[in-house]
């Protein structure tokens, strides 16, 4: 792998992504949870700020983008350009890379929606999460205990993955999913609050 000097992948700049990811999954599953508990909650009303937040940053990402790319890259890397800012439009920016080698494919100055991967992954999982809940409500199915069971199942993919697989299991969602379904169930009850004054407590000893 080529190796360009102050640009080299840094895996803690992933780390800090999904760490950032973790809190959006937090705010959406307590608000799925709460809506759906009132009797409130429709697809379209999930939808529709998604759509409303995420594309126009998203088009203007895009637009520069290819802009650049214009300037600047050789007719192949002009082609990989439009394939990635396709694939970013439709949410599967992290397939795409997975098919390309991803982060470990070269020089990521030639990849300038290289980041899109972890938004997919995130619009993905809200394809089928949000339904899942609506399934969950409307025939009184275990609430945790199906997202546990996901949680359990997805980990235990990625474990496995990691070793025989590393590549698919970085970028795709059955072995990253465990990460969202860890903040959806903490978000549902299935770790107990810290009791303020207890901690207020801790915290003056």
């Not at 802009?67 to 192949?76: E, M, R």
């Not at 089928?128 to 399934?135: K, T």
């Not at 609050?193 to 407590?201: G, I, P, S």
């Amino acid at each position: 792998m080529s190796r360009t000097p102050g640009l080299t992948y840094q895996p803690e700049v992933d780390g800090l992504r999904t760490v950032a990811v973790v809190p959006v999954i937090l705010f959406h599953a307590g608000i799925i949870a709460a809506d759906m508990d009132h009797g409130k909650f429709t697809l379209a009303n999930f939808y529709q700020p998604r759509v409303r937040r995420i594309l126009p940053a998203l088009f203007v990402v895009m637009l520069f983008s290819l802009v650049a790319g214009l300037i600047l890259f050789l007719p192949g890397q002009l082609t990989s350009l439009a394939q990635s800012t396709l694939a970013a439009l439709g949410f599967v920016s992290n397939i795409w890379l997975w098919g390309q080698a991803g982060y470990f494919m070269g020089d990521a100055r030639m990849f300038p929606l290289l980041h899109s991967w972890s938004l997919s992954l995130e619009e993905q999982f809200y394809i089928f999460f949000p339904p899942l809940m609506m399934i969950i409500a409307r025939w009184k199915l275990p609430r945790m205990g199906i997202i546990l069971a996901l949680f359990a199942l997805s980990l235990a993919l990625a474990a496995a993955g990691a070793y025989a697989k590393p590549s698919a299991t970085f970028y795709l969602l059955p072995t990253r999913a465990w990460e969202l379904m860890l903040g959806a169930a903490i978000t549902l009850g299935a770790v107990k609050a810290v009791n303020d004054d207890l901690f207020k407590n801790e915290m003056s000893h």
